[in-house]
Structure formats: C-alpha cells, structure tokens
C-alpha cells in the first residue's frame, strides 16, 4: 500500500508515540536518578523535570491508543495537545539559541538568587563561592572555602553556559520537528478509513 496506506501511517505514528515513551521515562528516571543520589538538592528542578516526563508520558500513550484503535477523539486531542507544544518548544529552543552573552548573564543571576539549593549545588559541583564576588564571612559548601582559595562562580558557568544553551535549544529545534510530524501524521491518518472497517462506513 505504500508509505501513504493507513497501515503505515498507523506504525509510523505508534513509532512516534514510542519514542516519545521512551523519552519521558528516561527524563523521568534521570531526574529521580540525580535526586537519590544527591547530585541535584533542588526539589524544584526535579519536580519540574518530573512533571514534564508525566505530561509527556500521558500524551504519547493517549497518541498510541488512539493510534492503534484509530479513535478520533483521543487523535483529536492528541493532535491539538502536541500542536500546542510545538509552539511552546520552538520559541523556547529559538530563544536558547539566539540568547546572547548579556542576557545569559542576567538569566544566570536571576536562577542564583531565586534559589538557595541550587547555589550549594553549583557551589559544590565546580568549586567556587559566590556568584560574581566570594566573600569570607559567608557560608560556602565548596571545598576551596576552608581554605579562602575559592574563586566566584559566575566565571565557571559562563564558560558552560553558552555551549549548554545551544546543546539544548539544538535538542528542543529537533524534538519540536518530529513533534510537528507527528502532528502531520495524525491529521493524515484520522481521515484515512481503515481497510478492515466496512467500506460504507463514514470516519
């Protein structure tokens, strides 16, 4: 029947929705992994990366059923839901990778000064203290503070800042194309009539 048939469009679409399985139980299993291990002290970012593997894990088994039993409803919303995020990730992704090293700077003071844990994370994990100024009567997790050796934090995270922008607004550009395929391919496959159903009948 070739790639336009209804049986390959539903395998590519249960493929998808696969994949997209797959992914949020590996954000998932990420996020709790780091918690455990005490690699990540803050419950907000684990929450939130928690909370976007559920919502995607959800909306790609609603994609799968609804592909596998062709059930309009649920391709409906399926279809509207990820166009939706679409629009959502590729702002996003657009703007990490047109960001520039001004806002990149305000961004990374902002995060800092929002969050406690995540200043000891950061501290500990690359050895500094402070954000643009280290200060010896003020408490610091990093192993250099003892010794008043350390040096602030800013300098360390902008040398990892910009490639980290880019690595993850190139992963969103990506991820938001195979989204808006999937978008594609469930308005393709609703109206298409299923080969084994009664020819008559109206989809």
């Known amino acids: 029947m ?3 048939g209804f049986t390959c469009s539903k395998h590519s679409l249960c493929a998808l929705n696969i994949l997209y399985v797959m992914v949020s139980l590996l954000m998932i299993g990420i996020a709790a992994w780091g918690k455990w291990f005490g690699l990540v002290s803050s419950f907000q970012v684990v929450g939130g990366i928690i909370g976007v593997g559920v919502f995607l894990f959800f909306v790609a088994l609603a994609g799968l059923i ?6 309009q409803v649920l391709l409906f919303f399926y279809m ?20 520039n090293r001004e806002q990149q700077d305000e961004l990374l003071e902002v995060g800092w000064n929002n ?5 000891r994370d950061v501290e500990k994990s690359l050895n500094c203290c402070g954000f643009k100024h280290f200060y010896t009567n003020v408490t610091c997790d990093a192993a250099c503070f003892p010794n008043n050796s ?5 300098d360390k995270i902008q040398e990892h800042a910009g490639e980290v922008l880019h690595f993850v607004g190139g992963i969103g550009l990506f991820f938001s194309f195979t989204e808006i395929l999937g978008v594609w391919l469930t308005y393709r496959y609703r ?4 080969p084994r ?3 008559s009948a109206f989809l």
């Open 80 to 99: 509207i839901i990820l166009f939706m995020v679409f629009i959502v990730q590729f702002s996003v992704s657009s703007a990490c990778l047109a960001i």
């Open 66 to 71: 609804g592909a596998m039993k062709h059930h």
């Open 191 to 194: 109206n298409q009539k299923d």
């Open 115 to 119: 969050s406690q844990s995540t200043q």
């Open 2 to 4: 070739g790639c336009a």
């Open 197 to 199: 159903a009664n020819p």
């Open 150 to 154: 350390c040096s602030p934090c800013a």
